[in-house]
């Protein structure tokens, strides 16, 4: 069976200060995997996608940047936090015919 | 582009009591269309999915939702809700492929025992 974690499960942060949210995939090779973000109370904006390592394609500009250093794994980050980069960070797994398959998420504050 | 738009977004019923979940899209080609279940400070949790064949789809824990091209909607239902179906529910749209999903703001179902 497939599992997906995400790390840490909750950061309060500084605004201008730098940010690493990361996600590990087992049991599913070479996964196409997803980054997204959810203000609190709302919906789903997809920020990235990559189909495989060293490939990321950009959804949405937010100021962050995303990598895929390992065949299972898929970085989230910045150099300077914004006040606006606060919300839920969900990291998601692609199944068959389009599938979502998400991670417990990140809980970002930026103050 | 595509656009999801889940016109409700809070609804409330009792125990017992049946719910439609109402959800509309925007796209002109194929779509694959979902619906994920979201508790409170959790992760989404995939419900069911329609792409093609009968457009009345079953999903999990007594879900079923109904695809309808001519109004453009693919609407989540299930007759006797339970007090544990309390969440906020999302639809989401994708073209073929796996690179673009859209969702909608959320239906936030409260079900009072």
């Known amino acids: 069976a497939q599992t997906i974690h995400q790390w840490p499960v909750a950061e309060i942060k500084a605004v201008g200060s730098p940010l690493s949210l990361g996600c590990t995939i087992k049991?599913?090779?070479?996964?196409?995997l997803y980054w997204y973000w959810q203000a609190t109370g709302g919906t789903l904006q997809q920020l990235f996608y990559?189909?495989?390592?060293?490939?990321v394609e950009s959804v949405v500009q937010l100021n962050l940047s995303a990598s895929r250093p390992k065949d299972d794994q898929f970085i989230l980050s910045t150099e300077k936090l914004l006040l606006s980069h606060s919300g839920f960070y969900l990291c998601?797994?692609?199944?068959?015919?389009?599938?979502?398959?998400f991670g417990p998420g990140t809980r970002l504050l930026v103050l | 582009t595509q656009t999801v738009s889940q016109s409700d977004a809070h609804v409330t019923v009792f125990e017992g009591d049946s719910v439609e979940l109402r959800c509309n899209y925007s796209?002109?080609?194929?779509?694959?269309l979902s619906w994920y279940i979201q508790h409170h400070g959790r992760g989404l949790q995939f419900l069911l999915k329609?792409?093609?064949?009968?457009?009345v789809v079953q999903g999990v824990n007594g879900f079923e939702a109904e695809f309808s091209k001519s109004d453009s909607s693919f609407h989540l239902r299930k007759a006797s809700v339970h007090w544990s179906d309390s969440a906020v529910y999302f639809c989401?749209?994708?073209?073929?492929?796996?690179?673009?999903?859209?969702f909608g703001k959320g239906t936030s179902l409260t079900v009072i025992p």
């Open positions: 796209y002109g080609g194929s779509i694959y």
């Open positions: 989401a749209a994708s073209s073929t492929g796996y690179q673009n999903f859209y």
């Open positions: 049991g599913k090779s070479s996964p196409n």
């Open positions: 998601a797994w692609g199944g068959v015919q389009d599938t979502q398959y």
């Open positions: 990559s189909i495989t390592v060293g490939q």
């Open positions: 329609y792409y093609s064949g009968n457009p």
